[in-house]
């Protein structure tokens, strides 16, 4: 398709189980950005790969998260021994070369 | 991490009203964008602005850079149901990331 897509658009996991959320960006884009939302709250940065150079990861809450990004395209987000405060949507942007992030749909993750 | 400040928070208005919302920074940007979040989905882009002074519209929709390059404005004209969701402002120096607003709700009352 010709947007940014994510997968899946619903998990729902238990304490203590990992979790993989998949990006596939805008074909082409160079940066790709991972984002968390929680309720009625604005966005939080996680990560940021821009090209072949280091991603920035200034943004992860805990070791517990990383992500990583194959082949300059698509990407996975990978919380381990998740925690009921990870609970939120976890969105993924990319960009050529501006400042224009274009979004995906988000994955809204549940912890039990 | 760091946020710009948007205000206000919240709107309620009535359908036809004319909207203004703002985003004010510590620090100077060189890029301003303005985006729009509908429930579960992720923002839209709606306008993006790259010049001190910049006065950009889209439809409905016009954005300023503020001359201080510390913010920036959004107004909506003649408002209709579809304009409801949550409008974020953006914020980027140089080729850093950007840095998002805290957003502002827009109610439309029946």
């Known amino acids: 398709g010709a947007g940014v897509s994510q997968s899946p658009s619903n998990k729902v996991t238990e304490k203590g189980k990992d979790v993989e959320l998949r990006c596939d960006p805008i074909s082409g884009h160079t940066a790709l950005y991972w984002y968390r939302q929680s309720l009625g709250q604005g966005l939080e940065f996680l990560i940021y790969f821009q090209g072949n150079s280091a991603p920035d990861k200034s943004g992860l809450p805990s070791d517990r998260f990383s992500a990583e990004r194959t082949g300059g395209s698509v990407s996975t987000l990978t919380i381990q021994r998740t925690q009921q405060e990870d609970s939120a949507v976890y969105l993924c942007?990319?960009?050529?070369?501006?400042?224009?992030?274009?979004f995906g749909p988000g994955t809204r993750l549940t912890v039990l | 991490g760091q946020q710009l400040n948007q205000s206000p928070q919240s709107m309620f208005i009535q359908e036809g009203e004319d909207v203004s919302m703002n985003c004010t920074s510590s620090?100077?940007?060189?890029?301003w964008l303005w985006y729009k979040q509908d429930p579960g989905e992720g923002p839209v882009l709606l306008i993006a602005?790259?010049?001190?002074?910049e006065l950009t519209s889209n439809g409905r929709l016009t954005a300023q850079f503020g001359i201080t390059r510390k913010d920036s404005f959004l107004n909506i004209s003649a408002s209709i149901p579809s304009d409801v969701g949550i409008y974020f402002c953006?914020?980027?120096?140089?080729?850093?990331?950007?840095?998002f607003g805290t957003g502002t709700r827009l109610t439309i009352i029946p």
């Open positions: 602005l790259y010049k001190a002074g």
């Open positions: 953006a914020g980027q120096l140089a080729n850093e990331k950007l840095t």
């Open positions: 620090s100077i940007f060189n890029t």
């Open positions: 942007a990319s960009s050529l070369l501006s400042a224009e992030q274009f």
